[in-house]
């Protein structure tokens, strides 16, 4: 079973910046990828970008260069760092672990931007 915990949410003022942790654990690939998603009440949840295990990059338009999905010292912490952030950005952020046996997501961690 494989662990996914977030955190590093909070309330920011429009312009600010926030950065999310993802921490994994428990028996974990050897190879794996992370993904970030968020869902604002009833909606859809919401692709924001990936991070392979070879070290390739993907972002959804929408946060293409205010976003940056990266690893941290070790490989079971992958951060997302948020810039620039708007009221629109208002919403709980999830990270999800995914490899080849299967997926797993983590319970969310709320980001609140004031205007």
């Known amino acids: 079973q494989v662990q996914v915990v977030e955190s590093g949410g909070g309330l920011v003022q429009s312009g600010d910046s926030l950065k999310l942790s993802c921490e994994v654990s428990?028996?974990?690939?050897?190879?794996?990828?992370i993904g970030w998603y968020r869902q604002a009440p009833g909606k859809e949840r919401e692709y924001l970008a990936r991070?392979?295990?070879?070290?390739?990059?993907q972002y959804e338009d929408a946060v293409k260069g205010r976003f940056t999905i990266f690893r941290g010292t070790t490989k079971n912490v992958v951060y997302l760092q948020m810039n620039n952030l708007k009221p629109e950005d208002t919403t709980v952020y999830y990270c999800?672990?995914?490899?080849?046996?299967?997926?797993?997501w983590g319970r969310g961690t709320q980001g609140t931007v004031s205007s």
């Open positions: 999800k672990y995914i490899s080849e046996t299967g997926d797993s």
């Open positions: 428990g028996r974990t690939l050897s190879a794996y990828d």
């Open positions: 991070l392979w295990d070879n070290g390739l990059t």
